[in-house]
């Protein structure tokens, strides 16, 4: 078995990748090799796992958490719809809308002006039918 740490993991898609202590290259690896809770993996995560030759290069398999995540660290279970307790930032549409587009770029950096135009206002309209920044 191997150690290292999470470098990034898309719970979305289901896949991320772990940089081995040893160095080397990332090695990519699969929700469905994870033996854990999911929601756990986030960056910095200490992992060990086997490495296989994957379909597209190293891949790892039978990831188990190392070092779990301190209490404060650990991510909430998320809220019922109608926990009326439940409070969030509220933002305005201008700082929403830099964050917002920082994200995009960061998440996408292919996308065109056009296209995080098109999916920020979009979002931003979202926000506004669910209270989620200032009208």
């Not at 990519?28 to 910095?44: E, M, Q, S, T, Y």
Request: aromatic share 6%.
């Amino acid at each position: 078995m191997q150690t290292g740490r999470v470098v990034r993991f898309d719970e979305v898609r289901g896949y991320g990748f772990v940089a081995p202590d040893q160095g080397g290259e990332d090695v990519f690896v699969h929700a469905n090799d994870i033996r854990a809770d999911k929601h756990l993996f986030r960056p910095g995560l200490r992992v060990a796992f086997e490495v296989e030759d994957g379909e597209r290069g190293l891949k790892a398999s039978d990831v188990h958490i190392v070092e779990q995540p301190g209490a404060a660290d650990a991510p909430q279970p998320p809220r019922a719809e109608h926990d009326d307790d439940a409070l969030c930032d509220v933002l305005s549409a201008a700082r929403f809308r830099t964050e917002l587009t920082e994200a995009l770029i960061e998440a996408a950096p292919t996308l065109t002006g056009a296209q995080i135009t098109q999916v920020r206002e979009r979002v931003i309209e979202l926000g506004r039918a669910h209270n989620w920044i200032e009208a």
